[in-house]
């Protein structure tokens, strides 16, 4: 139960500290990089599924 409450206050603060850092101009290009990074790779994630999932469509329907 201590470690749960010690995981509670860690998110807290990191969330208290990410909105701080936010309110800077260099805060706000941070997350905006990380943002971008971020979107690219689930970009990525998809485009690999979306590949892989018509390489076995076409197996499937070769069969």
Known sequence: MKNLLWLI???AAG?????????????????ST??????EFGEAVSEGY???EAEL???IDAD
């Open 9 to 11: 206050i860690g998110i």
């Open 34 to 39: 990380i943002d971008a990074r971020a979107r």
């Open 15 to 31: 969330f208290a500290v990410a909105h701080q850092v936010n309110k800077t101009q260099e805060g706000k290009q941070f997350f």
């Open 50 to 52: 979306r590949r892989r």
């Open 57 to 59: 469509r076409d197996a």
